[in-house]
């Protein structure tokens, strides 16, 4: 959709509103747009954010409610406002005054995931150190009158699977770049909880004077490295794609080596890569390519390191 964009004459930011878009409305592996991941109280809510990698506006918005075209209001964020993130109920109240529809975000298959986590005592659910014990009971949790710290627990007990963000990258013609990212973020996160995907530098970044990367996978790790503001800058270095996608990756895994995460790259003349976290049940990681070079959109995999 996004390809489709730019040979019809579309700008960069317009193939990224629309490509995201477009994922939101197919509900890409359940973790984009309504209907996925609900959070612990059953609701899903959605994050998104779009850059100009010309001007450096960004638009995002976060813990966004009952309006399903998160990328598109991410994009008025930028057109209509001096801000750059809104959250909450009022970028819904802001969504709405710009002319998007308010409606439910909940579906049958998203009550069916949430119901089935209360079955079997919330678990996994992401309290630690609270009583009663989170890793038995589904609270309501608090802080215990004397603290005792325990190890975060493995990611082990978590599908790999079970949260994801579209991530995307668009260079035009000339060497113009745009990002954007879209998802609804952690199944079963804590009501409020923000993850990567919304936060310029973390979950995308974009600059046309040196590339553009996006960000996928554990975003409560991953946002504290701003995983793709740092690959945009090892690509200004002159550091290729890959590569920069690669010193990305390994810079996070001396902090959190069982972390599930992936980072794609692309610099301004339109050479690209991408690197991923190997874990178990993770150990490639697929994305898709459009480019002049290529006839159609085409899968490309590489490995974990």
């Known amino acids: 959709t996004a390809w489709r964009v730019l040979q019809l004459g579309g700008s960069e930011l317009d193939a990224v509103e629309r490509g995201c878009g477009q994922c939101e409305i197919d509900q890409c592996d359940g ?41 598109g209001v991410a994009r008025k964020v930028i057109e209509y406002t001096k801000h750059t993130l809104l959250v909450g109920e009022s970028a819904s109240l802001f969504a709405v005054r710009m002319g998007f529809p308010y409606e439910d975000l909940t579906t049958q298959k998203s009550l069916l995931i949430y119901s089935k986590w209360l079955n079997q005592s919330c678990q996994p659910n992401y309290w630690k150190n609270v009583v009663p014990d989170s890793s038995k009971s589904c609270g309501p949790y608090k802080r215990p009158e004397k603290v005792t710290y325990e190890e975060e627990q493995n990611i082990s007990q978590r599908s790999v699977h079970n949260h994801d963000t579209i991530g995307m990258v668009v260079i035009g ?67 290729d794609p890959t590569v920069a996608c690669q010193k990305v990756i390994s810079r996070i895994q001396k902090y959190a080596p069982k972390f599930f995460g992936a980072v794609i790259c692309a610099n301004t003349t339109g050479s690209y890569g991408a690197a991923c976290n190997k874990i178990s049940g993770f150990t490639q990681f697929h994305f898709m390519v459009s480019s002049p070079l290529l006839g159609q959109p085409t899968e490309q995999v590489v490995d974990c390191i």
């Open 173 to 239: 013609a000339s060497g113009t770049v745009a990002s954007g990212t879209s998802t609804n973020g952690a199944v079963h996160k804590i009501p409020g909880r923000v993850g990567d995907s919304p936060i310029a530098g973390a979950g995308s970044y974009a600059d046309s004077t040196a590339g553009g990367a996006a960000a996928t996978g554990d975003g409560d790790i991953m946002m504290r490295f701003l995983p793709s503001y740092q690959a945009v800058e090892y690509m200004r270095m002159g550091t």
């Open 31 to 71: 973790s984009v747009g309504y209907g996925g991941s609900p959070d612990e109280s059953g609701e899903t809510t959605l994050d998104a954010m779009i850059m100009d990698g010309n001007t450096m506006e960004v638009g995002a918005v976060a813990d966004l409610r009952h309006v399903k075209n998160a990328i």
